[in-house]
């Protein structure tokens, strides 16, 4: 598996993020459809560095709960609490409109495949992570918030 966003893995999201609107619903959970492409967007920031986050793992997190929440677990637990800097009830970022968030999220998938490893900051709760790591962790987060809405 290649380290980026491209070919059928980045055309996928694209239909499938393209099929999102306004007024999507979720089925289950408490975002709507703005608030978790905000959400997302911030783990995309977190990862680029472009919004700070306190690295709070510790080797439960990423040696046990990483690897099996991201390789073997056949999808993501509904409900399961995140980082506070992903919450919006917390210190996640105050949602935007509906456009705005969705175009900055197809654009964050293009600065991710452009930045360099070694510039990738850690995950808040997984710590240091490689750009493997790194994608795997937004390919599956992403793939269960678009079945959270349905696409």
């Known amino acids: 598996m290649s380290n980026t966003f491209e070919g059928e893995v ?3 999201f694209v239909v499938r993020l393209n ?3 306004p007024e999507t619903k979720a089925q289950w959970g408490k975002m709507d459809v703005t608030q978790m492409l905000t959400h997302m967007n911030d783990a995309f920031r977190i990862s680029l560095g472009m919004k700070p986050a306190v690295d709070k793992s510790n080797f439960f997190s990423r040696y046990i709960t990483f690897p ?3 390789y073997v677990l056949p999808f993501w637990p509904k409900g399961e609490a995140t980082a506070e800097e992903l ?3 917390k ?3 105050k949602p935007r409109d509906f456009y705005t968030e969705l175009e900055f999220l197809l654009k964050m998938t293009d600065v991710f495949n452009e930045r360099e490893e070694n510039k990738l900051k850690p995950h808040p709760m997984f710590g240091k992570l490689t750009k493997q790591q790194w994608r795997n962790l ?3 987060h992403l793939n269960h918030h678009l079945k959270q809405f349905g696409v």
């Open 138 to 140: 937004f390919v599956k």
């Open 19 to 21: 099929r999102l609107t």
């Open 91 to 93: 210190a996640g970022s």
């Open 68 to 70: 099996v929440a991201v």
């Open 10 to 12: 980045k055309e996928d």
């Open 87 to 89: 919450d919006q009830q």
